[in-house]
């Protein structure tokens, strides 16, 4: 039996890698010659580069970079063989790097994303792969092009401070010194978010309550991506606010659009391609994926719907694992996944639950006895 094991992460608890490895065991326990492949996937939120760097052979990289506050940090990202560079915004501005706060995004900004940005370009790269989930930020992504040396302006013609508050004093956008490297560069972007920059489907009014924005900011921050929005046409007069995706990350979408030119596709599309995952589905007798919770956004296009449609485009049969299971759950047998299951396997708290030695022993152990089952009914 060769079973292809494309496994998301267990947010919080372990990695894709890690639940990859995870159910080989398990698999190998129940069927001693199974040939196990596995391919780590992401759907261009947390885990990208790893899926990439892991799946492609590439290498990790480190940079000192703003947080979302400005505070000078270390974060990862890594660089394939043919020198493309994968990054994850949220290493560098992403909302689990800083504590909760009151109209946070009007303070939070993309900076350090930028700084990536230009560390990749010193170390010779000019392809690169973003994924733009799990932003901390409003700030329509010009922290991330002043990083990279775009003037966003006040009435003063001085540089505007960080966050959506810069951005409301936003009056005037140069190019006269971004580095002449960008110039060399192609962008493409991992991103499933669909929400225009502005209005009532908006980055402000849609993911500005999750980042603890007030009413009266939301509308403050809508007002500036506006403002932003004509500036933007006076640089590229292609500029649309209503464009698909321009509000992901908080209107990073935005900027890459419209000031890098950067390709839009959904994460798990990128990451099946990049990865070549879909040869090693072809060749496989079945294929296993799964990520922390299964529920009706799995159905919506997550990862595991993803890597099952693919699947059935050669009959494959998939199972899924998952660390919790909810309402909705059952639409993903409509969707390519044959039969899921969840992994805990006692009484716990969350905590316990998604302590990652506890998930990587559930993880295993559910896949053995599933395993077992089908070796049993495969004789």
Not at 147 to 165: I, K, P
Not at 219 to 241: G, R, V
Request: aromatic fraction near 6%; charged fraction near 20%; charge should be negative.
């Amino acid at each position: 039996m060769k079973a292809v094991i494309a496994m998301d992460s267990f947010k919080g608890s372990i990695s894709s890698v890690e639940a990859g490895n995870a159910v080989a065991d398990g698999i190998r326990r129940a069927i001693r010659d199974a040939e196990t492949v596995i391919k780590p996937v992401a759907d261009g939120g947390e885990g990208t580069v790893e899926a990439l760097v892991k799946g492609l052979n590439g290498r990790s990289c480190k940079a000192e970079v703003s947080d979302p506050l400005g505070k000078k940090i270390t974060a990862s990202y890594g660089i394939l063989p043919d020198n493309t560079a994968v990054i994850e915004m949220a290493a560098a501005s992403g909302i689990t790097l800083i504590a909760p706060f009151a109209d946070a995004p009007m303070y939070t900004t993309t900076y350090g994303t930028g700084e990536l940005i230009l560390d990749a370009i010193n170390r010779g790269c000019r392809n690169f792969i973003i994924g733009i989930g799990g932003s901390a930020t409003n700030d329509g992504g010009i922290g991330f092009l002043q990083a990279l040396g775009f003037g966003m302006l006040d009435s003063n013609g001085q540089q505007v401070g960080f966050g959506a508050r810069g951005l409301s004093q936003l009056a005037e956008i140069t190019d006269r010194n971004v580095i002449p490297e960008l110039k060399e560069c192609s962008f493409r972007v991992a991103c499933d978010v669909t929400n225009p920059l502005c209005g009532e489907n908006g980055c402000s009014m849609v993911f500005g309550p999750q980042k603890s924005a007030c009413a009266t900011s939301i509308a403050i921050m809508d007002i500036a991506m506006q403002n932003y929005a004509e500036l933007t046409k006076n640089y590229n007069p292609a500029a649309s606010p209503d464009t698909s995706g321009a509000g992901a990350a908080g209107g990073l979408g935005f900027a890459l659009m419209y000031y890098l030119d950067a390709g839009f596709e959904p994460g798990i599309d990128l990451i099946i391609r990049e990865t070549k995952l879909e040869a090693a589905i072809k060749d496989a007798d079945i294929v296993v994926t799964g990520e922390g919770c299964l529920d009706s956004q799995t159905a919506m296009g997550k990862a595991p719907v993803g890597i099952a449609r693919i699947a059935k485009k050669y009959d494959k049969p998939v199972i899924a694992f998952s660390g919790a299971v909810r309402n909705g759950a059952e639409l993903c047998n409509q969707n390519g996944i044959d039969a899921y299951f969840p992994i805990l396997r006692a009484v716990s708290t969350l905590e316990q639950a998604m302590d990652s030695s506890n998930a990587y022993r559930n993880l295993a152990d559910t896949a053995e006895q599933v395993f077992r089952t089908i070796k049993l009914f495969s004789k």
